[in-house]
């Protein structure tokens, strides 16, 4: 279970108030910015459904009115979850599970070139994204909060939209892992909010705008799409400038790779870690039942503190 934040109103001071208020404000904008995604009564067929942002994706799209279909290798755990939502899904690849009346075909970053139902897609001259530039698309019509880094995003998007949900912001997200807490690895809110795990892989994460965006930490991974570390800093990079320049990116003060990568952010930056410097500080760390206690400070002073529950 996540710790529970309860707040220490009387360390309460007017620097935590003003922040407060900026982001209540945030929060009145985007729900004044939120249009319909656009994919109501839409046809929608996904390549490699059962991937766990796929499956995510695909729960979201439906919630949002769209009629799903798909087809992945093997069955897949989530399967009787789609199909009892309404969605069509086949167990192995063919171009006959394309209907005529799909418009728009997802396909997962996994796809080889030489997949049937690709082929046939594009022989009928539909519309083909992959699965990184739908979580795009359906964020240019929210408030998007993008989680990145080498590890830890799949927690972290997690804890992100239990937090908001608890602030009953009721937001949409996709987490790349199922989380029994939060029903599942995707839904679709009535809030403005987007919250998605956002992955290097491929750059995949270059198709994404956010309001708000954190960069975790960065470390060799994925060396089948980079040459080296640099390129991996260097995407990261590329990542950190696409984030709203009236938005907002946290990133750990105590990864020196990642503090590079912001430089070129054109948003405003905050930083988080444990050490002296750090914009948002985790102090007094406590360990127990396999969460963590800690009390937060913000620009040195501390307004608030987590509880083990």
């Not at 979850?81 to 009346?101: F, K, T």
Request: aromatic share 6%; with cysteine.
């Amino acid at each position: 279970m996540y710790p529970v934040m309860q707040r220490s109103v009387e360390k309460i001071n007017i620097q935590a108030n003003t922040t407060l208020a900026k982001v209540q404000t945030s929060i009145e904008s985007a729900a004044k910015i939120n249009p319909p995604s656009g994919v109501a009564g839409q046809r929608i067929h996904m390549i490699g459904i059962g991937g766990s942002g796929m499956c995510g994706a695909a729960r979201v799209l439906m919630e949002l009115g769209a009629l799903v279909s798909g087809s992945d290798l093997v069955p897949f755990d989530g399967v009787g979850d789609l199909v009892e939502r309404g969605a069509q899904v086949r167990i192995g690849h063919d171009a006959v599970h394309l209907d005529p009346e799909v418009r728009l075909v997802v396909m997962s970053a996994a796809v080889p070139a030489d997949n049937p139902e690709l082929i046939a897609a594009q022989a009928m001259g539909l519309r083909v994204i992959k699965y990184a530039e739908l979580l795009g698309e359906i964020m240019d019509h929210r408030q998007g909060v993008s989680i990145a880094g080498t590890h830890g995003k799949s927690s972290t998007t997690a804890m992100c939209a239990h937090i908001f949900r608890e602030g009953r912001l009721e937001p949409s997200f996709v987490v790349g892992a199922r989380s029994d807490q939060l029903g599942g690895s995707s839904a679709a809110g009535t809030g403005p909010h987007f919250i998605v795990e956002s992955c290097e892989f491929n750059r995949s994460f270059l198709h994404q705008r956010p309001r708000f965006a954190a960069i975790l930490n960065i470390e060799p991974d994925h060396m089948d799409c980079y040459n080296n570390l640099d390129e991996i800093v260097e995407a990261f990079a590329l990542y950190a400038q696409q984030v709203d320049p009236d938005g907002l990116l946290v990133v750990n003060a105590e990864d020196p790779r990642a503090m590079k990568a912001v430089e070129s952010a054109r948003c405003e930056v905050k930083t988080f870690g444990f050490k002296h410097g750090a914009d948002y500080r985790a102090m007094m760390l406590e360990r127990g039942a396999g969460c963590y206690a800690f009390e937060v400070a913000v620009h040195g002073e501390a307004i608030f503190w987590t509880k083990l529950e």
